[in-house]
């Protein structure tokens, strides 16, 4: 696998073998599009070596989640994408003998040590761009997939567990790993993995979301990355576009997808958006991304929502979000019926939430620090979405695409949601939004962390003044604007 170090690997051999000693074990993991193909990862791998165990999902893993899994009668926990920045107080609990802690995280480690801790960041590889939390599964799962040295090879084992590459690389495009055009770094071991295992093709291909399932004037009117004059946020001009290019906008099935182009077609509304953007304005590297590489799960069917590795994400995203973690594995795991249905449904749910969440925040407007923005939706806005919210805010009418935005959502009568978003622009520049969340939050007895373009906390309600004041003057200092 073209990527990861070798000690790496060796990790994660490690790692394997803990979880093959182990008398139980419960597989405990985060609730987005990431965490839930890591348990995907993870059950299946671990269900192909003959282990027992149970699933947990949490929302956030703190030192009360941490101290309900320790309750419960298993001798061996395995986290994943989530554990490292809790590794202070997990390692209190291997020490009191509550179990024995496997670790398959990417996120920034505590300063605490354990002997199963498998992370892209303790080999120098970038967690928020290089291998996702699915990807550090993957690779654990590659490790439970090899037979031990003692043990014979089974016939037809070669290369065990690597059809879980599909389900690695959803987890990369929904953590975001993709936002310079194409998946980096160790990523692209896993894409060549999947590929010769016959389950992804990696593709050149307009970089627009929904290109499996919207009907071509909405893949164009909401495709907002790359903001075209006349086209983004306009159906009549997204209509009136690809009418002027003479392509037909309705078949025998009704409105026709970009799936359902013939490859001319497609070669000329790449064209003619090309041309379209050169013609108003947009700068030349933001030309550039309307161009990107796009993964396409072989074995879902075209027009599939599971089709797209980044549609396939979104569809997660809306599963675990609305407390139905259960429904999202499920959907991982090769359920077509009842669980994928009741996905799409929850889907339905999520868009018109997040269409009020933007619509409510474009309404109210952001409160501009001197460094960054910020908005405190309260109760408006649920808080396992005010992210995607924020993130998807940036840029549009009132809301800056250059600096981060802070938002605010209420988690409970003492407790409020922080989400941070910034661009992978900005990220080069020096913002590191995991640091400016977590340093704030602790301040404020709180406690946070996450990537460098995308991080959340939770704080006391009553420090929101304070949390932005700390948090402006850190964003200050990373981009040397102090």
């Known amino acids: 696998m073209a990527g990861p170090v070798p000690e790496l690997t060796t990790r994660a051999a490690a790692c394997a073998e803990a979880l093959r000693a182990a008398e139980s074990v419960l597989l405990a993991s985060h609730i987005d599009a990431d965490g839930l193909t890591s348990a995907a990862v993870a059950t299946t791998a671990l269900s192909r070596a003959g282990i027992d165990h149970e699933v947990a999902f949490e929302k956030q893993l703190d030192a009360d989640a941490i101290a309900g899994m320790a309750s419960r009668a298993f001798d ?89 590459a599909a389900l690695a690389v959803v987890g ?12 980096v770094g160790a990523n692209r071991g896993i894409v060549a993995e999947g590929v010769a295992a016959g389950v992804l093709e990696e593709t050149t291909d307009l970089a627009l979301y929904g290109k499996q399932t919207r009907p071509l004037p909405k893949l164009l009117e909401y495709a907002n990355d790359v903001r075209i004059p006349g086209i983004s946020g306009s159906e009549r001009g997204a209509t009136a576009f690809l009418s002027e290019l003479e392509i037909d906008l309705e078949g025998e099935n009704g409105w026709r997808r970009w799936v359902d182009l013939d490859s001319e077609e497609r070669q000329r509304v790449a064209s003619g958006l090309l041309q379209r953007a050169v013609a108003r304005g947009v700068p030349a590297d933001r030309i550039d991304d309307l161009v990107g590489t796009t993964y396409l799960l072989t074995d879902e069917p075209a027009g599939s929502q599971l089709r797209d590795a980044s549609e396939f994400s979104t569809l997660l995203n809306a599963t675990a979000r609305y407390e139905r973690a259960d429904v999202g594995l499920a959907v991982c795991c090769g359920d077509r019926d009842e669980a994928l249905a009741e996905a799409e449904t929850l889907l339905s749910n999520h868009r018109r939430n997040l269409a009020t969440g933007i619509d409510w925040v474009k309404r109210e407007g952001v409160t501009q620090a001197d460094h960054l923005q910020w908005f405190d939706a309260g109760e408006r806005i649920r808080d396992t979405i ?57 301040a404020l007895d709180g406690d946070g962390g996450g990537h460098d373009v995308a991080a959340g906390a939770t704080i006391p309600t009553d420090s929101k003044a304070a949390f932005v004041e700390h948090a402006d003057a850190l964003v200050a200092d990373q981009l040397g604007e102090a």
Do not use: C, W
């Open 172 to 183: 990369a495009v929904g953590d975001m790993q993709d936002s310079t055009g194409e998946l």
């Open 386 to 442: 005010v992210g995607i919210v924020a993130g998807m805010a940036m840029g549009t009418d009132g809301v800056r695409g250059d600096r981060p935005v802070i938002a605010f959502a209420t988690k409970n009568e003492t407790e409020t949601k922080v989400s941070a978003r910034g661009t992978h622009r900005l990220v080069r520049s020096g913002l590191d939004l995991s640091a400016v969340v977590g340093e704030a939050a602790r």
């Open 76 to 164: 061996t926990v395995l986290f994943t994408d989530f554990g490292s920045g809790q590794l202070d107080v997990i390692t209190d609990h291997e020490a009191a003998g509550d179990f024995t802690p496997v670790v398959a995280d990417h996120h920034q480690p505590a300063d605490a040590e354990t002997e199963f801790h498998l992370n892209p960041l303790l080999f120098d590889l970038d967690g928020s761009t290089e291998l996702s939390g699915a990807g550090t599964t993957y690779v654990l799962a590659r490790a439970l997939g090899e037979t031990r040295s003692d043990e014979p090879r089974a016939a037809g084992e070669a290369g065990a567990n690597r059809d879980l």
